[in-house]
Nanobody
Framework: QVQLVESGGGLVQPGGSLRLSCAAS????????MGWYRQAPEKERELVAT???????KYADSVKGRFTISRDKAMTTVFLQMNSLKPEDTAVYYC?????????WGQGTQVTVSS
């Protein structure tokens, strides 16, 4: 029952923007979404952006200056604003969070950057 649900993916032209959202599927006992990962074809899943426990933010070098991670006040929804998108950003984007000591993942949302 405890899971994370991503939305906002789609097809966008190079230079365009998308905003991804990730929300806990249960309101009473939500997971805590913490960050975003992505996986391109034939590649391993990699970190995109995440909140550290001290509220500092870690970004992959490849997205610095282009992507921004944020979270709502209740900390049950995390966003990823993606600007100046490049074809190499094409991947399935996954939300990662915690529930107690467990790590949980969303189902992923496809982002395709192509003209």
């Amino acid at each position: 029952q405890v899971q994370l649900v991503e939305s906002g993916g789609g097809l966008v032209q190079p230079g365009g923007s998308l905003r991804l959202s990730c929300a806990a599927s249960t309101a009473r006992f939500p997971a805590n979404p913490m960050g975003w990962y992505r996986q391109a074809p034939e590649k391993e899943r990699e970190l995109v952006a995440t909140f550290n426990r001290d509220r500092s933010i870690k970004y992959a070098d490849s997205v610095k200056g282009r992507f921004t991670i944020s979270r709502d006040k209740a900390m049950t929804t995390v966003f990823l604003q993606m600007n100046s998108l490049k074809p190499e950003d094409t991947a399935v984007y996954y939300c990662q969070g915690t529930y107690g000591s467990a790590v949980v993942w969303g189902q992923g949302t496809q982002v395709t950057v192509s003209s």
